[in-house]
């Protein structure tokens, strides 16, 4: 079984003990796929540049960025330097990684979005401009390839239909893959997983095992972490066999996920057949 790895790109995610757990696994005959956010790189970069960080709602209420032309610039060059470190990082620790874009060999592909709907002000409104896109393919004869030998480190910009590189939710990439490989996904973040109250730490949701719970965990997902659990179930309807969401400064983040840590979601959370 291929494992898929997300590691969040805020400033308050570490990526190390993620690393470390990427080592162990790939010892120990795992086949491993990373794949990567950078907002805070993004955001810096950004700022170095004098540039204002654009972040928009959705209807829907989920926040993303918006990115134009110049922002997409920055967006570029910083994911690869996330993307380099983080290969650097694991060939550190012995693990043969190789970085990729989802533009090199057409990995992640799909339409590009000519315009997004958002909410100013309380008010719907049409904004044009917007580089991104939604992943609709992904090359696994690619990763099959690349997993022979290699731990892949997957990075974003996407490649759209027209054949520009375009931004995407480094989440639902993740989920994309996962979904594509039929593999077990982690994505780690800074909490340590969805909380029915985010200020009460003894509430956190452990399994999402029926679309009962996944309405309620829905219900209960805020800001960025709606986009987490939209990219859960994003994945289980692909394919995915399993999604934890868990804290990335966990002791042995991964293997901790792997072993209950976190919030599980299972195929019966969309209908499929759970594992629970």
């Excluded at 003990?17 to 162990?24: E, N, R, S, Y």
């Excluded at 805070?40 to 928009?56: H, M, N």
């Excluded at 967006?75 to 983080?86: E, I, K, S």
């Excluded at 309405?215 to 995915?240: H, I, N, P, Q, R």
Aim: charged share 25%.
């Amino acid at each position: 079984m291929t494992l898929v790895v997300k590691i969040g790109g805020a400033r308050a995610v570490n990526p190390e003990g993620a690393l470390t757990d990427i080592a162990h696994l790939v010892l120990n005959d795992e086949d491993v796929v990373v794949v990567h956010g950078g907002s805070t790189a993004v955001d810096d970069l950004l700022s170095r540049l004098d540039i204002e960080p654009d972040y928009v709602e959705s209807p829907s209420g989920m926040t993303g960025r918006f990115t134009d032309a110049e922002t997409m610039d920055a967006f570029t060059m910083a994911m690869a330097g996330v993307n380099t470190d983080l290969v650097a990082d694991l060939q550190d620790t012995g693990v043969p990684a190789v970085g990729l874009s989802g533009v090199d060999g057409a990995l992640l592909t799909g339409p590009r979005k000519s315009a997004v709907k958002v909410v100013e002000d309380g008010k719907k409104k049409i904004r044009r401009g917007d580089h991104s896109g939604k992943i609709t393919s992904v090359n696994t004869d690619l990763l099959d390839t690349l997993l022979d030998d290699y731990v892949p480190v997957v990075s974003l910009p996407m490649l759209a239909d027209d054949g520009v590189a375009v931004n995407a939710d480094a989440d639902r990439a993740a989920a994309a893959v996962a979904g594509a490989l039929d593999a077990d996904l982690v994505v780690l973040t800074d909490v340590a997983g969805v909380y029915a109250n985010p200020d009460d730490p003894d509430t956190l949701v452990e399994s999402v095992d029926s679309p009962d719970d996944l309405d309620a965990v829905e219900e209960y997902a805020e800001g960025f972490m709606s986009k987490k659990v939209l990219a859960a179930t994003e994945a289980l309807d692909g394919g995915a066999e399993s999604v934890t969401i868990a804290d990335a400064n966990a002791n042995d983040p991964i293997v901790s996920a792997l072993s209950g840590h976190g919030t599980r979601f299972t195929q019966g959370a969309v209908g499929g057949e759970s594992d629970a």
